[in-house]
């Protein structure tokens, strides 16, 4: 019999280690947003920006090639300031709690890549829209919409084979769970080797029709057991069930996938009222119109501003997910002995947990607290335990419940 105390299995100790490093983790990732945003919101009004964008018009070079010059300055700058603390988050703090042996050069050597390959995509999806915005300022719909098209092409094209050089990815096993509403699901499982520079264990899912394909660490199959692999399948088949199952046939999951739709549509909105903004201050500002290319710091501090207003409810919705797909884990398994034990491991490994601060809450935490899940166990063995075939399906009315709830 398993206690299932919240604290269950994990010492004094081992408990403040994973919120001393969750709360570094939580204060950096702040303190790094607010030097990006604070930096590309004073670019402008100190006439920085302008100085910056004469001086590349200086150069008789065409117009497209001093824009894009002044945009990679700009990218460069706002890396600048955020290195320090992604250095001390990534690097370093995986380094003083036993995470990581990565060497300072193999992780910024990484760096390296993933600014140049983000900051080029970024500056590419940009141009078109900065040199269209003086002749059309609605064009911007247009672009928002070539953007969204353009995104799952670059993942899968660009994103996901440069992945699998720093992190080789090959195929594990099939696994097939029963999905109500559904039916019986046979989905590939990749493992992804991650080993070489983190202890961190890791799954996910991708969702794409036939393409969907669970993806584990190596870190993750070389601690857990067969049961508690198991566990972890079947939550990333939750996530299949979640999204298929709840968000199309539940009036609650209906509900949700409608506001995470407005949400995502918000964040955009975010960019739009920014530029909208610009061109409403733009005479006090000294810009000549929002299509202005010195206000462009400035527009994008409000739209990351405005867009990050509104994670207290992404990670709200992120949350109600991971419940979902815990409870379809312990549904389908129902195994809450090895459910606990992946959390525990899992906490152990990662020493990440979500805060549950107020603050952590509204900006950080996209999964329940280690608590929280704990406390799903014992509420599955007080309620919900199958002790027969029949008992079984009150399990799956559960979560059916639930997700009319
Ligand atoms: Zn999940």
């Not at 994990?10 to 570094?24: F, M, N």
């Not at 250095?87 to 990565?102: A, I, K, P, T, V």
Request: aromatic fraction near 12%; charge should be positive.
């Amino acid at each position: 019999m398993i206690n299932t105390s919240p604290d269950e299995g994990i010492s004094e100790s081992e408990d403040s280690r994973c919120t001393q490093y969750g709360r570094a983790r939580f204060q950096l990732a702040i303190g790094e947003f607010l030097t990006l945003v604070v930096t590309l919101l004073l670019l402008t009004p100190t006439g920085f920006s302008r100085e910056l964008l004469e001086w590349f018009n200086s150069f008789s070079a065409p117009r497209a090639a001093t824009d894009f010059l002044f945009l990679v300055t700009i990218g460069l700058i706002t890396r600048g300031v955020v290195f320090p603390f992604q250095w001390l988050n990534q690097y370093l703090l995986d380094r003083r709690f036993g995470l990581s042996q990565e060497t300072f050069l193999a992780w910024f050597w990484g760096w390296i890549c993933r600014t140049t390959l983000y900051g080029l995509v970024t500056i590419l999806c940009l141009a078109p829209f900065v040199e269209t915005l003086r002749w059309w300022p609605w064009l911007f719909p247009l672009w928002a919409a070539a953007f969204l098209a353009v995104r799952p092409l670059f993942i899968d094209y660009v994103q996901q084979p440069l992945q699998n050089l720093f992190y080789p990815v090959t195929f594990l096993r099939d696994e097939t769970f029963s999905v109500p509403g559904i039916g019986n699901l046979t989905l590939p499982v990749y493992l992804v080797k991650v080993s070489h520079r983190t202890s961190r264990a890791d799954a996910s899912i991708r969702l794409k029709g036939k393409k969907s394909a669970i993806f584990v660490t190596d870190t993750l199959i070389d601690a857990f057991t067969d049961g508690e692999e198991r566990i972890v399948i079947a939550h990333e088949f939750g996530h299949l069930y979640d999204h298929f199952h709840l968000e199309s046939q539940t009036p609650s999951g209906v509900a949700q996938a409608q506001r995470k739709i407005v949400l995502g549509s918000a964040q955009i909105g975010a960019a739009a009222v920014a530029l909208l903004s610009l061109q409403l201050f733009s005479t006090p500002l000294g810009l000549s119109g929002a299509h202005d290319l010195a206000g462009f710091p400035l527009a994008a501090g409000v739209a990351i501003a405005l867009a990050t207003a509104l994670s207290p409810f992404v990670y709200r919705e992120a949350r109600r997910d991971e419940q979902d797909a815990d409870r379809y884990a312990l549904a389908a398994t129902g195994d809450p002995a090895n459910y606990v034990s992946v959390m525990q491991k899992l906490r152990r490994m990662n020493l990440e947990e979500a805060l549950s601060t107020r603050w952590s809450r509204l900006f950080y935490d996209t999964h329940p607290t280690y608590a929280e899940r704990i406390r799903m166990a014992s509420e599955y063995r007080r309620r919900l335990k199958p002790r027969s075939r029949r008992a079984s399906w009150r399990g799956w009315r559960h979560i059916q419940r639930h997700g009319r709830r």
